[in-house]
């Protein structure tokens, strides 16, 4: 696959970029090592003045680094701006707190002394999609670096110009060299960094398919690895719902990065009490929303980030009214330069479609009509995802019941589910398994050491 910026509001080629070639890689990986031995050393503070110091120029530049996401993948330039934006918020957490999430732990126990001590792994591959071609690097690499790792960092094939920009920041803040580095490679080039010796852990956010793979040859070498994958997250509303709030935030929630989002809320499970009003309101709100240049600041909806999986959306639209569902608004490709799908609504969806059983990656809702929140649950979970989940109601025991019950890593009760530096994201089932962010997510990759002293 070639390395290339692709203009996703054009179709136009902006740049690109030759693969490091073998040599390159084994130089890289040298640089890596030679690098850890020095970060591993430098103190806590060091690596907060630094972590800051990243922040710092993420608020200066936000401007022009939104244009590089925007540009190379479609994203809305003002939420392109809020992801840098949280990118320099991530940073300044773990800056603030990583002394506190990573000091030595102490534990009674018939020795002296006994504590555990959190200490680095080494080099950590970090492999990232394109959908938030900032904020899934900086979720990773602010916590890898404050613990003392090093990263390496096999960026999408059509964001090479966020990669390059995104190392360019960690150097100017002054991390050592070879603390964190981008690798322009092809996919095929990647298993052999996963095998070499050098490389300590992997983790990866993308699809279960490239997970299962990634996961596979980390665990032939005994690597650790933290895998964020794909999710089909239920929006579940209840009667005693607020429901002109549930239906702000559940256009929002579908539509969020023109839909290309794992926790993009995509199975609108409903009340019958509420399911007709509910169901039309949210037409019409996608109905409404303004598509076009994501550029232009009054865009609601832009384009989705590629020929190909602008194909795979329309296929699985095609596939699931074929099977049946009902096509409410949307259903077909805009005929404009660029990838632009409308804003498309199924009800009456059959089990085994397209729209119930897989995740589909562009603004595509799919309605479930139940009776009460218990069948609400039953659909809910029967999925092969397990990543979020957002329900709406008002009622104590419902919001118990849902808590309680719904099979995934996060559940926002009267919210849309969102990462938040302070929280642990991530799920079950084949959405993943690990933790990013939170103290969870410093910890994942580091060595949890017994300390006994008689």
Not at 417 to 433: E, M, T, W, Y
Request: glycine share 8%; with cysteine; charged share 20%.
């Amino acid at each position: 696959m070639a390395i290339a910026s692709v203009n996703p509001a054009t179709g136009e080629i902006l740049r690109s970029f030759d693969a490091l070639d073998a040599r390159q890689i084994e130089s890289k990986l040298a640089t890596a090592e030679r690098g850890f031995a020095i970060h591993r050393r430098t103190t806590l503070a060091e690596r907060a003045r630094q972590m800051n110091a990243a922040a710092d120029l993420l608020a200066a530049e936000e401007n022009s680094l939104a244009r590089i996401i925007t540009l190379e993948m479609g994203k809305l330039m003002s939420a392109s701006v809020d992801e840098v934006q949280k990118c320099a918020r991530g940073c300044r957490y773990y800056a603030e707190h990583a002394e506190t999430l990573l000091s030595d732990q102490p534990i009674t126990s018939v020795a002296r002394r006994s504590f555990i001590r959190y200490q680095p792994m080494g080099v950590v591959l970090a492999i990232m999609p394109w959908n938030f071609p900032f904020w899934q690097v900086f979720r990773f690499a602010a916590p890898t670096l404050m613990a003392g790792n090093v990263g390496l960092l096999k960026h999408a094939a059509n964001v090479p110009q966020c990669a390059l920009a995104i190392e360019d920041i960690f150097r100017r803040a002054g991390f050592a060299e070879g603390s964190f580095q981008t690798l322009l490679i092809e996919t095929e080039a990647t298993k052999g960094v996963i095998e070499d010796a050098r490389v300590k852990a992997v983790t990866l956010t993308g699809s279960d398919r490239a997970g299962s793979e990634v996961a596979s040859a980390a665990a032939r070498h005994i690597k650790k690895s933290v895998l964020e994958l794909g999710g089909s997250d239920p929006f579940i509303v209840m009667p005693s719902a607020q429901l002109t709030a549930a239906i702000d935030v559940g256009v929002k929630a579908r539509t969020i990065n023109t839909g290309q989002s794992c926790i993009a809320a995509k199975r609108f499970i409903v009340a019958d009490a509420v399911f007709d009003e509910y169901l039309a309101q949210f037409v019409g709100r996608m109905r409404s929303l303004k598509l076009g240049d994501p550029m232009d600041r009054t865009t609601q909806i832009g384009p989705i980030a590629s020929e190909q999986i602008l194909q795979c959306v329309d296929a699985q639209v095609k596939a699931s009214t074929a099977a049946g569902a009902k096509l409410l608004i949307g259903g077909k490709r805009v005929e404009r330069p660029g990838f632009y799908y409308e804003p498309t609504v199924l009800t009456d969806i059959p089990h085994d479609s397209p729209a119930a059983r897989e995740e589909i990656f562009g603004p595509v809702a799919a309605f479930f009509r139940v009776r009460n929140a218990e069948e609400a649950v039953a659909i809910a979970n029967d999925s092969v995802f397990g990543l979020g989940a957002s329900a709406w109601t008002n009622e104590a025991a419902e919001q118990d019941l849902f808590a309680a019950e719904l099979d995934c890593g996060m559940v926002f009760i009267n919210a849309m589910v969102a990462s938040d530096p302070r929280l642990p994201f991530g799920g079950i089932k084949r959405s993943g398994f690990g933790r990013e962010l939170g103290a969870e997510g410093i910890r994942e990759f580091v060595n949890v050491k017994t300390v006994v002293i008689p």
